[in-house]
């Protein structure tokens, strides 16, 4: 590990000026990402700015009836909170199949977002990758890649967003919500904050340089049977082959993200509609355009059949 310099913020405004005017300078929360590619020396910040003082741990009723999820809420306590398992199950259900309990415990909502899409040949300092070294090449493009994905890839990169949560998030259409150097705040719908990755795979998200998540909020609940499905080579500790984040009508209607298959996570609301015509029309609008390699097209029959699977509890 590389040398650096670390500092408590005082405020919000105080650390997105530090890190927005300091090249090298870096967040931490829980650190359950970054000091991992610390230690490899891919991601190698010179100064770290502990973002943990700052009051962001606390999960809030809104007027409108939905709910204002506390930046440094852990893992833990977001999915063990009453009213989130109430009224937004899918994400205890979709929070609880990531990682294990000692690092649920540590991992911060915003880190959660914000863990980069990575694949094994991003750990491989040895192999070219073109988010570790802009230009330098995709490995995955001519290795193994039966984990990786099938659609919202590139020429440059074709690794998947590993996160849970946000499947979770997408599928309730949750914001994020952000303060800047200059003082100033925006709220990003999640749909909008995970780029894809086209010919700058190392532009992950919609975040500006020091921009700083402070909240996710949560509209008002729907209603509907929640249910996340992850498939995945082991039973705990590992990412998804592919996962289903579903919300589901007592008519059938209902929303769908998908893991595992993307960059990003991945929902198309055009396909929704197909929800009553059953899994395989979903999956047809869900992933066209899917560009598979010889080692993960299999990917494009799972997501059928656990989404078929899904339906079916939905229904009983």
């Given amino acids: 590990m590389r040398p650096f310099t670390y500092e408590r ?14 090249p090298g300078a870096r ?27 700052l009051g962001f741990d606390k999960i809030e009723d809104m007027q409108d009836g ?16 009453p009213r989130i398992r109430r009224d937004y199950g899918l994400i205890s259900r979709a929070t609880v199949a990531g990682a294990s309990g000692q690092l649920r415990n540590k991992a ?38 039966r984990q990786l994905g099938v659609i919202g890839i590139s020429d440059a990169c074709i690794a998947t967003h590993p996160s849970d949560m946000a499947i979770a998030l997408r599928a309730l259409d949750a914001s994020v919500e952000t303060i800047k150097a200059d003082g100033s705040t925006r709220t990003i719908p999640i749909a909008d904050f995970h780029r894809l990755p086209g010919n700058t795979p190392h532009i992950e998200n919609a975040l500006e340089r020091g921009e700083l998540i402070t909240a996710v909020t949560l509209p008002r609940p729907i ?33 769908v993200a998908v893991g595992g298959v993307a960059p990003k996570p991945w929902r198309v609301e055009a396909a929704e509609a197909e929800m009553p015509q059953g899994a395989k029309a979903v999956t047809a609008k ?10 993960n097209e299999f990917k494009l029959t799972l997501v059928e059949r656990t989404l078929g699977a899904v339906m079916a509890e939905a229904k009983g």
């Fill in 9 to 22: 913020a005082t405020s919000a405004r105080d650390a997105a000026a530090k890190v927005a005017g300091r």
């Fill in 27 to 53: 967040f931490i929360a829980g650190g359950t990402n970054l000091l991992d590619l610390m230690k490899l020396e891919i991601e190698t910040p010179t100064h770290l700015i502990d973002v943990n003082g």
């Fill in 66 to 81: 939905g709910v204002r999820v506390g930046a440094l809420v852990s893992n833990t306590a977001l999915a063990s909170h």
């Fill in 108 to 145: 911060t909502t915003a880190g959660n977002l914000l863990q980069r899409t990575r694949c094994s040949y991003f750990y491989d300092t040895n192999m070219p990758c073109n988010k570790r070294q802009p230009g330098s090449g995709c490995a995955a493009l001519g290795g193994f890649s």
């Fill in 223 to 255: 209603g509907g049977t929640h249910i996340y499905h992850k498939v995945r080579d082991r039973a705990s500790y590992a990412f998804a082959l592919i996962s289903i984040g579903a919300i589901i009508q007592k008519d059938g209607t209902g929303r």
């Fill in 286 to 295: 869900l992933l066209a355009g899917a560009r598979p390699t010889h080692h």
